[in-house]
């Protein structure tokens, strides 16, 4: 069996414009939630999200040809070459043998609620022929394959907010059957518009915070009140573990185990018993051989929603026993908000670089233990510790659930 590594992270997200940044953020506890810039929300019930500031797709893409992408696409577009140029793939790898598997929960939402006012105000003459193009999901994997030249599989996951998890484990896969050597893996979502604000406000999912936004994101906290809508986009570059080696590449972290499952209960709420998250985590210890004392650290989706974050705590419980309360588990949500289809792939990148620094990133505003949520949750304070393995948790609407279990590389 072809083992799969991590050999180059790249990120823009709600903390910082690249991993560097992201991961010093993460680790210090600095929130990247405020309130919203990006257009007039004093109107709507929250006011708050986890945006990208400060970001400029620069050099990377011609202005002509960047005013016709949608911001997921620019954000993927900008990760990517950050990860390619980690990676220091050498200039005559072949290109047909790298795969590209980067998806989004919604895809280019902003052009198309733009160009629906465009139709609406202006008729359908004006309304742009490049408007399909850029708006399907995959137009970010495409567009990764045009900027960097690569031409093997080419594919968008979707699955909700568990894609950037979907995507890495379905990368690792590929690698693992042979289809590909290389796979740039991950998500990117760019939601913050006020169609999106409007239709989670009407589901009453999000927090409202009238004083401190940095606040309002509080996993596992008892006062735990909704999620803080985020954006970003992360991506890994994974490869076959024997080649990184010989051409002596960096190596985060090596995939061992990736599991998938679906809760079939709601489109909106979590399983209550959460044996569906449960499934998925013991899939993904089995594939990999991996015996559950032997996980570390959990990288919990933990949204910071008062089901959501009690169901993933009974579904640790139900799999780990009473090894769940040696775990650490911490949610960087409390610090990047929720970035649906990239946030997978961002936790995943937050668990190798807890492997690799010995370093947990916290959760913070925690503040009020809940009787029923009474794991390990890194409250506050990062925390040094030696990990060999870590699991990335992500579940999505839809009852979609997908993990990827990380394990150090000496």
């Not at 002596?248 to 061992?256: C, F, H, K, P, Q």
């Not at 998250?277 to 210890?285: E, G, S």
Request: with cysteine; hydrophobic share 45%.
């Amino acid at each position: 069996m072809r083992r799969v590594a991590i050999t180059g992270l790249g990120a823009v997200t709600p903390l910082g414009l690249d991993v560097p940044s992201t991961w010093d953020a993460a680790v210090s506890g600095r929130s990247g939630v405020g309130w919203i810039e990006a257009f007039d929300a004093s109107e709507y019930p929250v006011r708050i999200a986890a945006e990208v500031t400060g970001f400029d797709v620069g050099d990377l893409v011609p202005p002509k040809e960047a005013r016709r992408m949608d911001r997921n696409v620019l954000l993927a577009v900008a990760a990517a070459q950050q990860a390619w140029d980690d990676a220091q793939l050498d200039s005559g790898v072949d290109r047909s043998r790298i795969g590209i598997l980067v998806g989004s929960a919604i895809g280019g939402i902003a052009t198309i609620a733009e160009q629906q006012q465009v139709l609406a105000e202006r008729g359908r003459d004006r309304v742009s022929p490049f408007f399909i193009p850029s708006v399907l999901v995959d137009t970010a994997s495409g567009q990764i394959a045009i900027q960097l030249g690569i031409t093997g599989p080419n594919y968008a996951p979707v699955s909700a907010c568990a894609t950037g998890s979907t995507a890495i484990g379905e990368g690792a896969e590929a690698i693992r059957r042979g289809q590909a050597d290389v796979v740039l893996a991950g998500g990117t979502e760019a939601p913050i518009i006020p169609l999106i604000l409007a239709g989670f406000c009407a589901m009453r999912g999000l927090v409202a915070e009238e004083e401190d936004p940095t606040l309002a994101s509080r996993p596992f906290d008892a006062t735990r009140a909704g999620f803080v809508m985020g954006e970003g986009a992360c991506i890994l570059v994974l490869e076959e573990l024997e080649a990184a080696r010989a051409r002596g590449a960096t190596i985060y972290a090596e995939v061992l185990g990736y599991g998938a499952s679906n809760d079939a209960h709601h489109l909106a709420q979590p399983e209550p018993e959460a044996t569906g998250v449960a499934h998925m985590i013991r899939t993904a210890l089995e594939t990999a051989g991996v015996a559950p004392e032997r996980v570390g650290y959990v990288n919990a989706h933990g949204t910071s929603t008062p089901l959501g974050d009690l169901a993933e705590t009974r579904a640790l419980k139900q799999v780990f026993g009473e090894h769940a309360y040696r775990l650490a588990v911490s949610s960087t949500k409390s610090v990047t908000g929720h970035c649906f289809g990239s946030a997978g792939a961002l936790e995943a990148t937050m668990c190798a670089l807890a492997l690799r620094d010995g370093v947990l990133p916290p959760t913070i505003n925690y503040r009020n233990p809940d009787p029923e949520c009474d794991l390990d949750y890194v409250p506050n304070e990062a925390r040094r510790a030696e990990v060999d393995v870590a699991l990335s948790n992500a579940m999505g609407l839809g009852g979609h659930n997908a993990c990827v279990l990380l394990g150090r590389v000496d």
